[in-house]
């Protein structure tokens, strides 16, 4: 696929990390700068993926590169914050032995692929199923998971030392993520466990682009074809009273 292509693919992607679309982004910025002006396609990635604070903060970047020595600039910061996330998570989570996760984060699957948990306890995460997606790459890995449905986390948190969890999104009084994670949250400060939140810098909102984040209003369909009002969204804000560190790497 063409790096038009890719971008226009990216305005309503709902399967990718953020991080995954930003690095498409990127490397599509850098092969047709100055041979196409993908400028709109990136305003429609903005405009298409509102919840995902790294695509604004990214694109934002992308879209007053001067040069594609800036983009390729970009890139290595952007890889460098993630490592610099992960390399800072190791240090400060290494001694949890079983730990409780939701959805998937590329971040949190690097710690825990470093870090390696005796178990890690993780939901199917509907409606794309990113938590067996995770489940899968860390049975590859060799560490233990115990897999179950999205309800199902206050039948294992007695037996969790700590949460990880990634973010779309990191405000002034809240995290975002996946729809999951407040209800994950709450649990964990019901039974005593600590809620980390695993967070590159680029998931932090400047305010300028702050205008710009909302969360969507998914398809009603994947829910039900009843005659209802539905609530359809895979993002929701948790609080940060119920966080016991961001770690960002910075």
């Known amino acids: 696929m063409d790096c038009v292509k890719i971008l226009q693919s990216l305005e309503n992607d ?3 990390s953020s991080n995954t679309i930003a690095l498409k982004m990127i490397d599509c910025g850098i ?8 400028s709109k396609l990136i305003r429609n990635i903005i405009e298409g993926q509102p919840s995902m604070a790294v695509v604004l903060n990214v694109a934002s970047r992308i879209l007053v ?3 594609e020595g800036e983009l390729l600039r970009l890139k290595s910061e952007f890889l460098d914050a993630e490592k610099n996330t992960v390399n800072k998570a190791i240090d400060r989570l290494k001694g949890y032995r079983k730990v409780a996760t939701i959805s998937y984060s590329k971040t ?4 825990l692929k470093l870090t390696r948990p005796k178990r890690v306890y993780v939901s199917v995460s509907h409606p794309a199923r990113e938590g067996e997606k ?3 790459e860390l049975i590859s890995c060799g560490i233990d998971v115990i897999l179950f449905e999205d309800v199902a986390y206050s ?3 007695k037996d969790v030392d700590a949460v990880f969890v990634g973010a779309d999104a990191v405000l002034d009084d809240c995290i975002v993520n996946k729809i999951g994670s407040f209800y994950l949250a709450l649990l964990a400060d019901y039974f005593k466990k600590d809620f980390f939140v695993l967070a590159n810098k680029f998931k932090f909102l400047s305010d300028d682009l702050k205008g710009k984040y909302k969360i969507l209003d998914m398809d009603p369909s994947e829910i039900t074809h009843l005659n209802c009002d539905v609530v359809n969204v895979y993002f929701e804000k948790v609080p940060l009273e119920f966080v016991k560190e961001i770690i960002s790497g910075e």
């Open 108 to 111: 949190v699957l690097e710690t």
């Open 14 to 16: 709902r399967v990718s």
């Open 31 to 38: 092969e047709l700068f100055g041979r196409y002006d993908y």
């Open 155 to 157: 039948l294992v948190m």
């Open 134 to 136: 995770l489940a899968q």
């Open 65 to 67: 590169a001067k040069d």
